[in-house]
């Protein structure tokens, strides 16, 4: 909010200079986000950040009021009419049917108004604060909702039938047209503001087209009111309005700022409009009450909370400057009595918060909690998810941050995004569901890295993918890391040549990670994702659980992120990960006898597994065998078309013996035998 | 046996050939000159030698011995070896480095405040992005319609839950799971329907702090986040506290770090709430507590001079391996 200094001037002595009192203010919880000096008139205008739920600041005179109770100075009351010595309007009355809505209704027949001109002092502090000066009545009503906090509005009187006003509810499928021009179809929690035969406002929020103030008006009725704030924000949301009324009935307006708010338009009205008559206000319902009037404060909660001792007396000082009622019961005992303006306040510890903010947080000492060490286990899967970054950064993978809201581009309807999570209000046109895959995500990096003229793209991510298994039950979030390459394994150097990443490289780091994080007994499974090219995908699993899948996504979707060369995608699974992840690893004794490495070079069909033929190999070794290795495979020279040259290294090793060299020989012949019969082998050199 | 000795002489002489490392003469030494070498091996037969004869063949087996151990010196001394240089050697050509990858900035910031907050005794905990009005909403005293709601606006799933528009939620999740007393910080995903440009993202990071016991009092959250905001920025840091307003908290506090000419806003903080407590089954007379949260990309941005918050989820190489 706006706030001009002189305007506060008003009220308050202000020692300069002016950023003294900025700051005093900031540091109160007023916070002064701008100071602009103004020239003609001088003057200083403070953009001030109010928070929702001090609406008693949304005034000069409210701040003024700070300033007073901050500085320890008197405040000074707006001048005022003392609205005494009139007559009622003669016919005019006022009806409240929703007195839920609408509480406390006040209103003032003003007639023969002489003068138009809004003086200059008005125009300038009202353009000061951001409002263009608009007729002097409605110019009137918007420098008191400035001065004193209280929304006003002005009805043309000629253009209210029948001399009265209805606070009530619409009727069905009723329309109204306001002052800006738009017409609106009003909901059954509206709140109207209407005469005898339809509605003139919707009130607290905006007035109607047909009744305002224009050039021509001389009689004005003028209506300062409590409207219901849920209700006036309710309407404000529904009918997408915002106005300075409605910012300040929506925050709660002070119920006896209703009286002072039309006793002040009234004083200005008399002084510059010059009317001939002035009504007695007439009036309907009742002020509302605050619930909680009084409030029982003792020293020790004021130390308990805070952590310093405040002097008894200078507890009571305070809450007196800040305008509350102190009744000291005993000593360090006192009965708070909370005025109209300030609801907020409802039990000790928010006396406890007025008191630290006007002693100042900053005089509050600095302590460290006192308190025994407690245990703490490191959260398991932030140390997995530690792990990996290390692992994949140090083998040159970049993490990325992606966003988790998604558009369907990409994904298969039916396959990808029938379990998956959904937002109704999205923000940007199409990204309304939480990713189920990462997929589409490190394909956009891709795409922006290589238009950037990147050649090779190694990324990952770890996140949350979401679902929605069940539509009764509360979604389900799943962290996992999903790794995307594309493009050159490694950039040629002037000793190593360049070579383009393959899946097995992908393999190889989802391998690592599920190795290191403990996982043993890998094997293979197939697995059906739309984003693959087709038979080029497989699950990695132990036992029986799945842990990650990887694959090289389909040429469909490369066209799509206009990808020329291929894209390998994996994700692992932490949370399934996670059980698998040792804390503590038992040291195994290596084998102490001596090893004895045989090699197997062999030729099969391209459709032979090679991974078949390694757990074939294992199968044959009596248990002799303690590791298979595939070193070698080529196609091509001297191979057959259609096959395929695989060269193993066997090494046996036993546990509790040294190995004879004839043993080895006689069990690796008999390993290459049934590699033949079995597999159709034949051995090359 | 003057045969086999000048066989495996021969075998040697083209096994020699062949040596062209520091490894290759070792394996070459083992080979010959080792516990089952082939010429220890004839050394052992020795024994079986006719009298007569055994004289010569020693004679010719250590001459045959002695030239093998100096052929492996001098292999050993030819091949290429570490810490010696060669003519080949150019001290001006690079290095062949490892290929660089990098972890997140926001993940490094991350990290490097909460084990700032670990080594103060706070666990780091996490709770689910997909949350309920309750956990966002009700239970942190926020009303349902009420202005103070206006500052959290949330995306929402077709099913009726919402997408968490702060971590605080995750305060609520860990008091109605365990007893004080906690110390937890939690960081995470939030999202608020927010239109990108460079200050401001639909989705960010925050990080949120909680610590609740029987006697925490604001004098130390004031401690605890002015320690924590030195650690982060340096010993000099300037802060100041200023009164704020937060629905769960009570009081509540913002707090700026001196930057340049002004202030910046960097935590937002408080003492928990009585209704909070209420809401999850605390008793509020007994005990107290202190909450703050912060903004992530808030913190990297200031600390590493990036001015547009676009640059984090972009993902740019160029950007990520800045901060390897």
């Known amino acids: 909010m706006k706030i001009s200094t002189n305007w506060l001037k008003d009220f308050v002595e202000l020692a300069p200079p002016i950023s003294r009192i900025a700051e005093r203010l900031t540091l109160a919880g007023l916070e002064v986000k701008k100071c602009e000096p103004l020239k003609t008139p001088a003057d200083t205008v403070f953009e001030i950040e109010i928070t929702s739920n001090r609406p008693d600041w949304l005034s000069h005179w409210g701040v003024a009021r700070e300033i007073a109770a901050v500085e320890n100075l008197s405040l000074k009351n707006p001048v005022v009419d003392p609205e005494t010595g009139r007559t009622p309007p003669p016919g005019w009355k006022i009806q409240i049917k929703d007195a839920a809505g609408c509480p406390y209704y006040t209103g003032v027949l003003i007639e023969g108004i002489t003068e138009t001109k809004t003086p200059d002092f008005i125009v300038n502090r009202l353009l000061a604060c951001g409002i263009r000066s608009i007729n002097l009545i409605v110019d009137i009503t918007n420098y008191v909702l400035l001065e004193v906090g209280q929304?006003?509005?002005?009805?043309?009187?000629?253009?209210?039938?029948?001399?009265?006003?209805?606070?009530?509810?619409?009727?069905?499928?009723?329309?109204?047209?306001?002052?800006?021009?738009?017409?609106?179809?009003?909901?059954?929690?509206?709140?109207?503001?209407?005469?005898?035969?339809?509605?003139?406002?919707?009130?607290?929020?905006?007035?109607?087209?047909?009744?305002?103030?224009?050039?021509?008006?001389?009689?004005?009725?003028?209506?300062?009111?409590?409207?219901?704030?849920?209700?006036?924000?309710?309407?404000?949301?529904?009918?997408?309005?915002?106005?300075?009324?409605?910012?300040?009935?929506?925050?709660?307006?002070?119920?006896?700022?209703?009286?002072?708010?039309?006793?002040?338009?009234?004083?200005?009205?008399?002084?510059?409009?010059?009317?001939?008559?002035?009504?007695?206000?007439?009036?309907?319902?009742?002020?509302?009450?605050?619930?909680?009037?009084?409030?029982?404060?003792?020293?020790?909660?004021?130390?308990?909370?805070?952590?310093?001792?405040?002097?008894?007396?200078?507890?009571?000082?305070?809450?007196?400057?800040?305008?509350?009622?102190?009744?000291?019961?005993?000593?360090?005992?006192?009965?708070?009595?909370?005025?109209?303006?300030?609801?907020?306040?409802?039990?000790?510890?928010?006396?406890?918060?007025?008191?630290?903010?006007?002693?100042?947080?900053?005089?509050?000492?600095?302590?460290?909690?006192?308190?025994?060490?407690?245990?703490?286990?490191?959260?398991?899967?932030?140390?997995?998810?530690?792990?990996?970054?290390?692992?994949?950064?140090?083998?040159?993978?970049?993490?990325?941050?992606?966003?988790?809201?998604?558009?369907?581009?990409?994904l298969d309807a039916a396959k990808d995004l029938r379990r998956a999570v959904q937002i109704v209000n999205p923000l940007q046109h199409g990204l309304h569901w939480m990713r189920p895959t990462m997929v589409t995500s490190l394909l956009s990096v891709i795409q922006k890295n290589v238009n950037a003229g990147a050649d090779s793209v190694p990324v990952f991510e770890i996140a949350n993918i979401y679902s929605l298994p069940d539509a009764h039950k509360h979604p389900v979030e799943e962290r996992i890391c999903a790794i995307a390459l594309y493009g050159k394994k490694a950039a040629q150097t002037w000793l190593d040549h360049a070579r383009a990443v393959t899946i097995y490289d992908l393999k190889g780091y989802i391998e690592s990670i599920l190795k290191n994080a403990g996982s043993v007994d890998l094997c293979v499974a197939k697995v059906d994702k739309s984003y693959f090219a087709q038979g080029t995908s497989e699950e990695l699993r132990t036992w029986q659980t799945p842990l990650a899948f990887l694959g090289q996504v389909s040429g469909e979707l490369l066209k799509k992120w206009d990808l020329k060369e291929p894209v390998y995608y994996g994700e692992i699974s932490l949370e399934k990960l996670l059980p698998q992840a040792q804390k503590i690893r038992t040291f195994k004794e290596w084998p102490r006898y001596p090893a004895i490495e045989r090699d197997l070079s062999i030729v099969v069909k391209d459709s032979v597994k090679s991974g078949d033929l390694m757990g074939e190999i294992r199968g044959l070794g009596q248990g002799l065998i303690r590791e298979v290795e595939l070193f070698d495979l080529f196609r091509g020279k001297r191979v057959p078309a259609g096959c395929k040259n695989l060269a193993f290294r066997v090494v046996y090793q036993s546990l509790e013996r040294t190995l004879v060299s004839e043993e080895v020989q006689k069990v690796h012949d008999k390993i290459a035998q049934m590699l033949v019969q079995k597999y159709q082998a034949s051995f090359q050199s | 046996m003057k045969d086999q000795i000048s066989r495996i002489e021969k075998e040697a002489r083209e096994d020699l050939s062949r040596v062209d490392s520091v490894d290759a003469a070792e394996a070459f030494r083992i080979a010959y000159l080792g516990k089952k070498g082939k010429l220890t091996e004839l050394f052992k037969q020795l024994g079986a030698v006719p009298p007569e004869e055994k004289k010569a063949v020693g004679a010719e087996l250590n001459r045959v011995k002695q030239w093998l151990e100096s052929s492996v010196d001098e292999s050993r001394q030819k091949a290429p070896q570490a810490g010696t240089s060669t003519e080949m050697f150019d001290e001006?050509?690079?290095?062949?480095?490892?290929?660089?990858?990098?972890?997140?900035?926001?993940?490094?910031?991350?990290?490097?405040?909460?084990?700032?907050?670990?080594?103060?005794?706070?666990?780091?905990?996490?709770?689910?992005?997909?949350?309920?009005?309750?956990?966002?909403?009700?239970?942190?005293?926020?009303?349902?319609?009420?202005?103070?709601?206006?500052?959290?606006?949330?995306?929402?799933?077709?099913?009726?839950?919402?997408?968490?528009?702060?971590?605080?939620?995750?305060?609520?999740?860990?008091?109605?799971?365990?007893?004080?007393?906690?110390?937890?910080?939690?960081?995470?995903?939030?999202?608020?329907?927010?239109?990108?440009?460079?200050?401001?993202?639909?989705?960010?990071?925050?990080i949120e702090g909680l610590m609740v016991d029987t006697q925490v009092t604001f004098s130390d959250l004031k401690g605890v986040l002015h320690l924590f905001l030195r650690e982060l920025f340096g010993s000099d840091t300037k802060i100041r506290f200023r009164p704020h307003f937060f629905p769960f908290t009570e009081p509540s506090v913002e707090i700026d770090i001196q930057w340049g000419k002004g202030w910046l806003e960097i935590l937002g903080a408080g003492s928990v709430d009585p209704n909070v407590f209420e809401e999850v089954g605390y008793d509020k007379n007994v005990v107290k507590g202190f909450a703050f949260g912060l903004g992530v990309e808030r913190i990297a941005m200031l600390r590493h001079g990036i001015n547009d918050i676009r640059h984090f989820y972009e993902n740019d190489l160029r950007f990520l391996r800045q901060f390897s």
């Open chain 1, 151 to 410: 929304p006003l509005h002005a009805f043309d009187a000629d253009l209210i039938h029948g001399k009265e006003i209805v606070v009530r509810k619409p009727r069905q499928g009723e329309k109204f047209t306001l002052i800006n021009g738009a017409e609106i179809e009003l909901k059954p929690e509206d709140l109207l503001i209407a005469d005898s035969d339809r509605a003139v406002a919707l009130a607290g929020v905006m007035g109607g087209k047909d009744s305002e103030i224009n050039e021509k008006t001389r009689n004005v009725f003028l209506e300062s009111a409590f409207f219901n704030p849920g209700r006036v924000r309710k309407a404000s949301r529904t009918h997408q309005i915002s106005s300075d009324s409605s910012y300040r009935f929506e925050r709660r307006v002070d119920p006896e700022g209703v009286d002072v708010g039309r006793s002040r338009a009234l004083a200005l009205i008399q002084k510059y409009a010059k009317p001939r008559h002035i009504s007695a206000v007439i009036k309907a319902g009742e002020k509302p009450q605050l619930a909680i009037k009084t409030i029982q404060l003792r020293a020790d909660e004021v130390k308990s909370v805070l952590g310093v001792e405040i002097k008894p007396s200078q507890i009571a000082l305070i809450l007196g400057r800040l305008g509350l009622q102190v009744k000291q019961h005993s000593e360090g005992v006192w009965t708070v009595g909370i005025p109209s303006f300030r609801p907020d306040l409802t039990r000790p510890v928010d006396l406890v918060e007025e008191i630290a903010r006007i002693y100042g947080f900053e005089n509050i000492p600095e302590t460290l909690p006192a308190r025994a060490p407690i245990t703490l286990g490191e959260n398991p899967r932030l140390s997995l998810e530690r792990k990996i970054r290390q692992l994949l950064s140090g083998a040159g993978l970049c993490e990325t941050v992606t966003f988790s809201l998604i558009s369907e581009d990409g």
């Open chain 2, 92 to 206: 001006t050509l690079p290095g062949i480095r490892p290929p660089q990858g990098s972890i997140h900035l926001l993940q490094q910031t991350i990290q490097e405040i909460t084990s700032v907050f670990s080594r103060m005794g706070f666990e780091t905990v996490e709770g689910p992005e997909i949350e309920t009005e309750f956990h966002n909403f009700t239970a942190l005293n926020i009303p349902l319609d009420h202005p103070s709601r206006d500052a959290f606006d949330t995306f929402y799933t077709t099913h009726g839950q919402l997408l968490r528009s702060q971590t605080s939620t995750v305060q609520i999740r860990v008091m109605k799971d365990r007893k004080p007393p906690l110390k937890i910080i939690a960081p995470g995903r939030v999202y608020r329907p927010d239109t990108v440009d460079a200050s401001h993202s639909f989705m960010f990071h925050q």
